[in-house]
């Protein structure tokens, strides 16, 4: 160990044959200007007084309080143990070490989504005692001391350091993904979204292998490393084990807030980004003992520009004059003796394989009552929030596509031992045949218009909800009947049977009697074809079983609904459309769950059967069914007709199952997982 004592030496500017020292400018990226010659010794330890002329704060990501900055030399790249012990004389203090962030190394909780990968090695405090676990990726240590506010001291008594002993190999090896939004493994509160390492992990063998997904979304090399998610990975590693790295969209990141010049900016330059991967993620892997696999990151497709005319409109990175990610991936796995998985490329020769209108399906194209999900900026459910046809993020339909070009790419060079592998993934590796890989694909909505509802349609036939027909395709464009609908519901809400009259509690039973399904002819003939309005009469009564009212309702109008967090949760600071200060055209926070124009606004509400009015506005009212007409992808909208005779065909049975399917999950589930 090593003790660095402030109370009994006077250290002074960082000198190499000292191997130790204050810094007058960091090394981090971006580097901080600091004030060495202010530093006061007292017997209390050294001591910084406010340095008002370098102090700043621009924004929540780009602030510098002062404070100062002790270098330690090190042996080389591994994991040490830190401690620093504040002198009595210190005000609140920021501690971070090679330029991570105080706050969010210290902060306890999750690094996914679904709460499944704890954060172990954090930065903890213990009265004046500052602690922390951290994987160096070069020869040096440099401890920041910074006050909580640009007016405040700060004083340390003494800084230890000492190496920590190399982890010994686990009983079963690991392989670990870290990345982005693109790799992340997506939940149901925000499902449509997926991305390709969250599927990843069902080709493997998991007696023989461990995969863990490190990604999140918002993630860049500067985030990755600064935030602790990074060194937490490295520290729970073990020797042999394997990380495939894939960073990039968030690296193109500018601007003040986000931007490479910003202190806590997630951005970065070519220059930075070579540097990050050198002098750290690179080092440290290799410290660690870890198999690390440069992945480059997937195409951007401009989503307003892309179809079938105009063929898929790559962009991102070098094709929109950004920093070239995939090329400086490709140039470390060279320069420094890497394998690479070429996602990118692969991805581009897949996309251009299937059409302009079968790509933009898959991407993050949404049109209003296709999820229930929700993004930053709101709910999916009318559309997406921003207006836009997203070409980064994308849907499961094309997630399973990379994941097997990742998988793929490592089986054929060699990268990872074959027994990894399912049996049943190595085949369909070796075999090229994505069929094998996923039975769920349906040589009919693979490309063209007929590959629109793609994404719903693999789902449904994936988890048995809706099945091919015997020649192997899905017929997208044949009705559907009701009783084939019946058993469709049942199965996406995961019910045993479809619920009857008595199954429901009273207050359900007066609002979906049985004389309603008799009334349409449902009691003698399922057979019959499904149109929206006797749709309506059966998922009213399944909502009503999942989701039981217990109330008699005084106001048969108004009945008091027990509603999934679907509802209610993610209608951000907006206002119910019933509302008068309602706005359909807000977005952002305000992007509501519920449907853009009211019932009472829907001009063929005449036309709907009499025993179906009661289901059909419920249905509507509670955003269980929308109008399928005027809306979109690529913008919220909803139209004003409800088409109550409207024959209901399989893809548009398809779109309505997987939205209903969203509300029985629990909202923290992974959307791989049905």
Known sequence: MKIFDFTEKRYGIYDPAERCGFMARTSSMPSRKLCPEKLQFTEQGAVMPPCPKLSYEKNANDFDFGGFCFRIDVPGPGAYHLEVELSSLSDAARIAVNGTHPEQIAQEGWWDAAQLIPR????????????????CGGRSLEIEVEPASPKLTVAVRRINVSALPQAAPGAVPALYTLGDSTVKSYVYEENIMSAWGQIFDDFFDPEQVTVVNYAMGGRSLSTLYREGRANDLFLNARPGDYLLLQSGHNDEARGALDGPEARYGRGNTEETFRARLESYFIPAARAMKLNLILVTPMTRING???NEENGVVFCGFAKSGSIDCPGLLRQAAS???????????DGCEYLKSIGGDAAKAVFLSVEAGETAGKTNSGSYANGHPDNKCDGTHYKEALSKQFARMVASSLLRQGLIPERFLLPSARKAIRSG????????????????????????????VKHHILEKKEDGCFHP???????????ALRRAMKLAAFPGENDLTPAGRLLSPDTEFAAMGLDTDRGLSLTREVMALFIYRVYLFCFPVTEIPSDPERPAYVKPPYMTDYNGSGIAFDDPNYDPNLTGQSAMYYPLVSWEQLTDREQISPPCRRAARECYRL???????????????????FEPKTVVTREKAAKELYFLQTLVHGILEETDRF
């Open 335 to 345: 320069r420094h003796g890497l394998p690479l998985v070429d996602l990118y490329a």
């Open 477 to 487: 464009f044949e009705p559907v009947s009701a009783a084939q609908f019946a058993a």
């Open 304 to 306: 307003a520009q892309t």
């Open 433 to 460: 045949d994505a069929y094998l890989m996923f039975p769920e694909m349906c040589p009919d909505v693979q490309t063209g218009r007929n590959a629109y509802y793609r994404n719903q349609i693999e789902f449904m």
């Open 120 to 135: 172990i090695h954090t930065a903890s405090w213990k009265d004046h005692v500052w602690t922390f676990a951290y994987v």
């Open 623 to 641: 955003g269980l069914m929308r109008s399928e007409s005027g809306i979109a992808r690529g913008r919220m909208a909803c139209g004003t007709i």
